[in-house]
């Protein structure tokens, strides 16, 4: 039942999300084989989205489970010895560019690539408008923002906008509320398939 009701939502959130997508359409690259987005995070995950998320791990043949396995196991060494102060990493569900997992991906991953409001109020552009890709024909490179200039010498397409598809927004008790639902505890992804695994 719980399950039924974030389905029930993230069909919601899929057309909110798919509307905006079309809407920002002149900044948008995103497509299939697109994948820098999945190999540099940490990946929050809140416990109804990874629960969501194993039910696609567990569709998946047992060779590919033991690809991801294995991965996670790597991942896992790497942050053992890894000494910086944000261990980030590949999603170990990406495999030659997709997402083995698609349908069953966590909020954070639907939401990539769209501008958006932090918790202050400020929008955020998403990195890879500065690896050339989604709002980087209208970013000014220096300031790290949007450029009117460039925007306008793209003639008459719609505005570049920031939408309220933070992850906290997305997550919090309003949608609780309206979806009967309880997103549970946030971790990294990485911990919950340490300890789901029981990788040690
Ligand atoms: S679950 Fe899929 S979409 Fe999300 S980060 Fe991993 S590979 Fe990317
Ligand atoms: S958000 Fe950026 S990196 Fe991710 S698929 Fe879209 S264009 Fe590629």
Not at 68 to 83: A, S
Not at 165 to 176: A, F, G, K, P, Q
Request: charged letters at 25%; proline letters at 3%; glycine letters at 6%.
């Amino acid at each position: 039942m719980i399950l039924y009701n974030y389905i029930r939502y993230l069909d919601y959130l899929t057309n909110k999300l798919d509307g905006f997508f079309k809407n920002q359409q002149p900044y948008i690259c995103c497509k299939k084989g697109c994948a820098k987005c999945c190999k540099n995070g940490n990946y929050p995950f809140t416990e109804i989205e990874f629960r969501y998320l194993m039910l696609g791990f567990k569709k998946l043949k047992p060779e590919l489970q033991n690809i991801i396995k294995n991965k996670i196991q790597n991942i896992f060494e790497d942050r053992l010895t890894f000494e910086g102060e944000h261990f980030n990493y590949e999603c170990p569900f990406l495999q030659n560019d997709e997402c083995l997992v698609y349908d069953y991906r966590g909020i954070i991953c639907r939401t990539f690539g769209l501008m958006y409001f932090r918790d202050d109020g400020s929008s955020k552009i998403p990195f890879c408008a500065f690896e050339g890709l989604n709002y980087a024909n209208v970013l000014d490179a220096e300031t790290k923002t949007i450029s009117e200039e460039k925007y306008k010498e793209l003639g008459n397409v719609i505005e570049p906008y920031a939408f309220n598809v933070s992850y906290n927004y997305l997550t919090n008790e309003d949608h609780e509320f309206a979806y009967s639902i309880q997103f549970g505890e946030r971790k990294t992804l990485l911990d919950w398939l340490v300890d789901e695994f029981k990788i040690q």
